[in-house]
Structures are given as C-alpha cells and as structure tokens.
C-alpha cells in the first residue's frame, strides 16, 4: 500500500461521523482523483457540511472552510496587504492557503458572497487550475490535492441570489436532502448520546414538521436541531421543553404558528 492509500485509510478511519444515503461518497472521490470541482445542494441542516469533513480527513487533506456572507470578498478568499511590526506584507486567505498546499477548499453558501468571489473561482474549476493573484503578480498553480467544493440551498434562492449557468456548469453537483428516518435515528442517537428508542419520536416530529414547508414554515426542521434537541434530553431535560428550545422557536417567531407547532407535538409524543 502506497503512502496517499495508508493516509486515506487512516483519515477514514478518524473522519467525522457519517452515514453515506447514496453514492456520493464514491462520486467524491472519483471527482478527487480527477481534479474535478463540487457542488453541494441541499436543505439547511442536512448533512453538506459534516459530508465535506468526513472526506477532506478520508482523503487525507487539510481543509478549510468559508461561511459565505453578503460581505464576502474576493480578497477575504484571496489574501491581502497587512501592516505587521511597521511592515506591510502579503497575508494568504483561505483560498490561496488550499491552492498553495494542495487542500480542500469548502464554500459553504456560495451563493450568499458577492458577485466578484465566483469570478475569482473560474480559473480554478477548468483544465488550467490557476490562481492569478492581481496585487502580487502571481499566477499559483494549484498543488496536487486541491479541490474546490462549494454549497448551497436551492430553496433560499431569488433572482438576485443564484449561481450563473457559467459557474454552475464548471461543477459537478451531488444533491442532498434529510436522511430516511432510521439513518436520521441513527445519527441523532450517535450524536447525543440518547437512546434510540428515545430519539425516535423526534425524528418523526421532525418528519411532520418537514412536511410544513412553504405552507406555515419557510424551512423544515434540521438533523442538527434534532441533534439538539436530543442533547437536552440525554442531559435531563423535560421533553416538552427541549423539543420547544430546539424545534420550534428556531422555526418562527409567529405566535399562532408556534401554538400550531406545538399543537403537533402533543400529537407526537401524547
């Protein structure tokens, strides 16, 4: 076994936990070894996040991670000048650091950046796999190992928050949504430390709670609000005042639509 296979075994090994719902651990690892670039899509809460981590420690490389905001800027991906001890010097930015060492770079939300971040990314997602860097004069070849993975949720976008067809087709997409209700059990116990059979009924209040979606509620509930929840329980927690804590106030702010919620709670779990 070569080196590149012993890390990639030992960091599945020590990888976060994660319960495949298809094939899309093989489809990123293929897209991997092909220097091919990744979109994400999916729910809020669903798994896109912890997916990434689980691979980048798979595969063996660093990772960095952006929360992309309206305030995000090419040269917050890229780098920029920094006065330091009376000096000004050049400071790499996360995307840059990835470029250089050969890592996985995860923008999570793209979409919620700034028009001028997705241009950066275009050399980065063809054959060339450069990195030009306007105020240094450098052009960095991206190091064996670089990926670029990117995420979004479909169900926030507006005409105004959307990828160009011009980026979107330099990915490949893997779609995501909530796991099926045995995996989710699955994964809530293993995250909380609660008994299965316990978080069970959360994980069908979430279910119905889901099914809410564009009629009282404009997102459905999470696995990690669920997580939550569970959490609460396992420490001690009245069920009733967890599951309000985690489910339902993070939900809305409309008091009929809570009363509704919690309406359906009782249903649940009596």
Known sequence: MNRSATIAKEGAAAAPFYIEQGDEIALFEAAAANDLPVLLKGPTGCGKTRFVAHMAARLGRPLYTVACHDDLTAADLIGRYLLKGGETVWVDGPLTRAVREGAVCYLDEVVEARKDVTVVLHPLTDDRRILPIDRTGEEI??????????????????????????????????????????????????????????????????????????????????????????????????????????????????????????????????
């Open 141 to 270: 070849e991206a190091a064996p190992g670089f990926m670029l993975v990117a995420s979004y949720n479909p169900g926030y976008q507006n005409i105004l928050k959307t990828l160009k067809p011009s980026t979107r087709q330099r990915f490949l997409a893997l779609e995501f949504d909530f796991p099926p209700p045995e995996a989710e059990v699955e994964i809530v116990a293993r995250e909380s430390g609660l008994d299965a059979e316990r978080v069970r009924p959360l994980v069908r209040l979430g279910g119905k709670l889901r099914a809410l979606k564009g009629q009282d509620l404009e997102e459905g509930v999470s696995t990690r609000l669920i997580v939550y929840a569970a959490t609460l329980i396992a420490q001690g927690m009245k069920v009733d005042r967890a599951v309000e804590a985690a489910m339902i106030e993070p939900l809305t702010d409309d008091a009929d639509v809570k009363r509704g919620l919690l309406d359906l709670v009782t249903a649940v779990f009596g």
